[in-house]
C-alpha cells in the first residue's frame, strides 16, 4: 500500500513486526498483565516454554508466582498401558513388563530434570510465592532437587513449597535424601510458611524456620523413626496445622504427642502406620483433631480445652474401648461438631449402662457412620441424652452378614431433648432396632423439624470437618410407608405429628 506525503515522496508503510501467517500478532500486542493472567492459567511446561517466543516474551515466565513440576505429566499414555497390563496379568514379576515400566519412569525423570536445567535454574532472580514438585527417588537426580528447593527458599523467596517424592513402581523402597544441614543453607531468613514433604529417607532440620506454621508429611518411609514426629512437635512450637498422610514407622514404641508449648490447632493423622497407636497427652491449643484409620489414646492427665471439632474413623481390628468416649464427654466441653465412623465390625466404644447428663453441652452437629447392621443401631442415643445443644443428627447404618448382637438395655422413662432440630437416617432397613430409635428421636425432641429415612445412601466428607448424606431415590410402595409410619407414630406424642416425615 502506498501513500503519497507531502514531500512528494513515495513511502511504504510496513507492516507490523509481530505479523505470523499473514495476521497481526494480537496476543503480543496485550499488557503484561493480562499476559501474565493467561500464563498462569496454562502449565508450568508450557509458560516456560513460551520464553523462546520472542524477547518480550522471555522475560515474562520470570514473573509468575507459582511454579508446578511433576513427572507424572511427562509420563506417556503408553506406561499407563504397561501398568495396566502388568496389574492385570497373572505374573506380577513378567520381567519384560516391569522393564519397560522402568525404561519410561527413567525416561520421564530425565526428561523433567533437562527441562529444569535449562528452563529454570539458569534463568534470571526472580520472586516466586509457590513451587511445586512430584519427582521419581534416584540417586543421580537428587543432587538438582536439592539445589532447586535451596534456590527457592534462599534466592525465591517461596512461602509455599511441596516436595513429594515418589519410588519407581520397580523399586518401592527407595526414598529422596535431603542434606543433613536442612532444606536450605540459610533457614532463619526463609519465608517459609506451608511446607509438605513426601518419600523422605530422613526428615530434614526444621526448627530454624521460624515462619513455618503448616507442616504436612506424606508417605514417610520406615526409616523415619517414632522419635523423629515427637521432635518436630517438640522443636518447632510455632506450627499451627500438622497433617501425617500414609507415614509409616515400624517397632515397638508409642508415638506420644507430648509438646505443652506448642501452638498446633490442626492435626490431622490419616492412614498411618505407627507401632501401636498415637498417645495424645498435651497440645493446649488444639482445636480440630483428625485421626482416620490410626488409632489414638489419651493418657489420664490428658487436657485438650480448646478441641471443638473432632473425626475419628478406626479400623475393625481395634479392641472396644471406653477410654474415647470417656475423654471427649468429660474434657473436651468445646466440641461443636462430632465425627464417628465405624470402618469394620468390631466396635471400638462401648457404651455405658449408665451415664451423666450434659458431658458435652456444645456440641451441635454429629454424624454416627458406617454403623454396621448388626449393631443394636440404637447406640446414638446415648450421645444424644450427652448432647442437649445438638440440632443435627446423622446416622447411617451399613450393610453387612453377621447376625445380629445384643440389644443394649434403656430406661423406660423417655428424656426430653429441647435442641434436635434436624435427623436423618441412612441405610434405613425398618428393623426393629432402627424403628425405635426412629421413635425414640420422634417421642423425645420437642424442637424437631424433619425426620429423613433412606434405604440407600452413604455419608461423604467434605474435607476433614465436615459431610454431607448422599442418598439414591427409592421408590417406597404405599403399604411399606404406612406401616413404617404407624410402627414409629405408635406411641410418640402429640407433637410429633408436625414433624415432616420423609421416605426416601
Known sequence: MARVRGTGRISRRRPPKAVR?????????????????????????TALGTASLSRRWSRLPAELPALDFSVFDVLPERYCSWLRLHLRIDDATDESVLANLMRYERRAMRALIGFIQSRLLLDAPRRLRRLGLQFFSADNNSGLINRLVAKAIDDWGVSNLEAVAAPFYTQPAAAHAFPGHGLCERPRASRLRKLKLGGCAVLPPLHEHGALTKLVLQDMPESVPVAAYEAVLASCPQLQVLH?????????????VDAPMSRIRELVVDRCEFPTMIRMAAL????RLASLGTRVSFAESASFPRLSQCNLAWFSDAQPTRTVLDFLVRRTPDIASLMIRFTGP????????H???????????????????????????????????????????????????????????????????????AGFGGTARQVYLVRFVMGACTALRCVAVFKEGHA?????????????PHSWTDEERNNLLGQIMDGASSSAASVQMVFG
Open 284 to 287: 493446649p491449643g488444639l482445636e
Open 355 to 425: 451415664h451423666p447428663s450434659s458431658l458435652l453441652p456444645n456440641l451441635t452437629r454429629l454424624l454416627v457412620a458406617d454403623v454396621p447392621s448388626s449393631w443394636d443401631v440404637s447406640w446414638p442415643r446415648l450421645l444424644l441424652e450427652t448432647a442437649p445443644s445438638l440440632e443435627t443428627l446423622h446416622v447411617h447404618v451399613a450393610a453387612c452378614v453377621q447376625e445380629p448382637g445384643e440389644e443394649i438395655s434403656w430406661g423406660a422413662a423417655v428424656p426430653r431433648h429441647h435442641g434436635l432440630k434436624e435427623f436423618v437416617m
Open 244 to 256: 501425617l498422610v500414609c507415614c509409616l514407622c515400624r517397632g515397638a514404641e508409642v508415638m506420644t
Open 346 to 353: 468390631e466396635r471400638w466404644i462401648v457404651p455405658w449402662s
Open 460 to 472: 461423604r466428607d467434605k474435607g476433614h470437618w465436615d459431610w454431607e448424606i448422599v442418598v439414591q
Open 21 to 45: 501467517g499473514g495476521g497481526e500478532d494480537r496476543i503480543s500486542a496485550l499488557p503484561d498483565d493480562l499476559l501474565l493472567l493467561i500464563l498462569r492459567r496454562v502449565d508450568t511446561r
